[in-house]
Nanobody, 120 residues
Framework: QLQLVESGGGLVQPGGSLRLSCAAS????????IGWFRQAPGKEREGVSC????????YYADSVKGRFTVSRDYAKNTVYLQMNTLKPEDTAVYYC?????????????WGQGTQVTVSS
């Protein structure tokens, strides 16, 4: 079965850190572009970060720049989102997406989401 599984969410105090994982099973993430998104209650889903499958370049939303870092572990077939200096406004369900565009078709997978709550 082809799937993405996020983990690593939880409850953390403001200023704390969490590391989210996005692990693939049934396929390799090597050439996939991986995006991290989040959705807070009553708000639209927003893009947080992404990492390219081809050249490894990364992108961050202004709201997380300097605090979040996206990385890959090819051996573990996993992408991580290291989140530091967390703020209450980072509270949301976080999702990862893996997408590969080919001339024949697009391959697009989403994880089930992991809850991150930043609160004292």
């Amino acid at each position: 079965q082809l799937q993405l599984v996020e983990s690593g969410g939880g409850l953390v105090q403001p200023g704390g850190s969490l590391r989210l994982s996005c692990a693939a099973s049934g396929f390799t993430l090597d050439y996939y572009d991986i995006g991290w998104f989040r959705q807070a209650p009553g708000k639209e889903r927003e893009g947080v970060s992404c990492i390219s499958g081809r050249h490894g370049g990364s992108y961050y939303a202004d709201s997380v720049k300097g605090r979040f870092t996206v990385s890959r572990d090819y051996a573990k077939n996993t992408v991580y989102l290291q989140m530091n200096t967390l703020k209450p406004e980072d509270t949301a369900v976080y999702y990862c997406e893996a997408i590969l565009r080919t001339t024949a078709r697009d391959y697009d997978y989403w994880g089930q989401g992991t809850q991150v709550t930043v609160s004292s």
